[in-house]
DNA sequence: AGGCATTTAAATGTCTGACAATTATTTTGG
DNA sequence: CCAAAATAATTGTCAGACATTTAAATGCCT
């Protein structure tokens, strides 16, 4: 059994230890880590090289920092929204280096989206539904930019996995569906191509509504093949411009 | 609109602007960054400042750093395995952290799941097949231990869902079921509870080969029900000891 | 005793300058 | 022409210093 870094830097090394200790559970969260000279001094190590390391773990969310007497490094308490922060960061970038295809994206961001319909059905609340009718109506204003109508869409479909009632559910879909955004936008919306969009919004509201899974189901498809023509045709017009 | 941190540490700020210059495509993938001197000298900063807010993108694997004249900080290529890697990190982090149910998690997992379903039959290879029918062999050996029960189960589900053919649905699924396993794991496997889960496992090839996409549903609904039925016996019997 | 201002101490944030280690390139010597 | 040695650029690490922040301790006045 080789060692896979056989000489990773002091840094590392001890950013690594640490980490390990927060994942296995021997640092809780809130727990004050040693002091940076504490540390140094621990791991033999000059100041700098240990602060280099607590940095490491800070771009991580896995601790935070507090300046002043008692302050010091402590075990960060990861809230779902920094999580899926991270989590969109990461998978934005992966998406915008590996020349992702527009119809490979699209395919996978309705089939994660499809995951929760059934859930979704079933437990929809009327908060959440008037939620996903605000965001029709803000889509449907005839001066929106594109932006906003995207910003929009996002808020809709967020919306809608939140109506599965399942909190790790929301936070894989909607880091997910978050991520591949840059790649949707692609597109450029006429008002003909809004309006059919908007069209199936309102059967997906209707479907949760009735706790119809099979039409919820029918509008996303519907909407990803619609999705995947348009982006065919900007493409399309792209080649031959 | 007021800014959200209004002073974050000098460290934090530069990783920032490289951040964005990054994730912008201003900086490309390959690009090397000015050395730490010149950059240091471009923000009227030290180097050690610098060094940590270059750790702290290396930390989110945006830049690789290598040692010697003509080294320097590069942009990294973030490959699939190390964006999961994060991922999982994260995730594992943050459903350890909340007190996530497991009855919740299950549901939240195999929800994912059965997103590829569909896509599973339809394009599933026999290469595929194959290594799924191995994992069942090794799931079948009676000496196993629960970790390589687990450990084989992942690797089984993980073949799943790259049925579906598409790198981007692999990802997302594969890191999200992943970084539940530590809740899964809650559960110590019976003989009896074993055989259970590999028949339903030979279910799932069986309805692959078929390209039968509701009998796969059923199985994994069946064997969400079974796993959480296992998770609840687990916990009344730690309730009552 | 109680409240307010000041001091103090502990910690992180930053700077400076130095040296070690690494590595591609260049030079040198045979 | 090729191999060995010198060179230069760059990151990795260290030591020490000072600035800044913040909570706690202290002291003073009412």
């Known amino acids: 059994m080789k060692n896979a870094q056989p000489e990773k830097s002091l840094s590392a090394q001890i950013a690594d230890a640490i980490r390990t200790a927060i994942v296995d559970g021997r640092l809780l969260v809130g727990d004050r880590l040693p002091s940076e000279a504490e540390l140094a001094d621990q791991h033999g190590v000059?100041?700098?090289t240990v602060r280099e390391a607590l940095k490491r773990l800070a771009?991580?969310?896995l601790i935070r920092t507090e300046r002043g007497a008692f302050g010091g490094a402590f075990v960060n308490h990861l809230s779902y929204d920094e999580a899926r922060a991270q989590q969109v960061t990461t998978s934005t970038l992966l998406l915008g280096m590996n020349a992702i295809s527009f119809q490979v994206a699209c395919e996978a961001r309705y089939a994660l989206e499809r995951s929760c319909t059934a859930l979704a059905a079933e437990r929809r609340t009327d908060a959440l539904l008037d939620k996903m009718r605000v965001e029709i109506e803000t889509q449907s204003a005839p001066d929106l930019?594109?932006?906003a109508f995207c910003a929009s869409d996002v808020a809709f479909h967020r919306a809608l996995v939140d109506c599965a009632g399942n909190e790790v559910l929301s936070y894989h879909l909607a880091g997910?569906?978050?991520a591949m955004q840059p790649l949707m936008n692609m597109i450029t919306f006429t008002a003909r191509s809004r309006a059919e969009i908007i069209?199936?919004?309102r059967a997906i509201v209707?479907?949760?509504?009735l706790r119809d899974v099979a039409s919820i189901d029918r509008a996303l498809a519907t909407l990803e093949a619609y999705t995947i023509t348009l982006g065919q045709s900007v493409l399309k017009a792209r080649a031959t411009r």
Do not use: I, P
């Open 199 to 201: 069209d199936l919004h």
């Open 176 to 178: 997910s569906v978050e």
């Open 46 to 48: 000059s100041r700098a």
């Open 145 to 147: 930019s594109d932006e």
């Open 59 to 61: 771009a991580q969310s």
């Open 206 to 209: 209707a479907g949760l509504e």
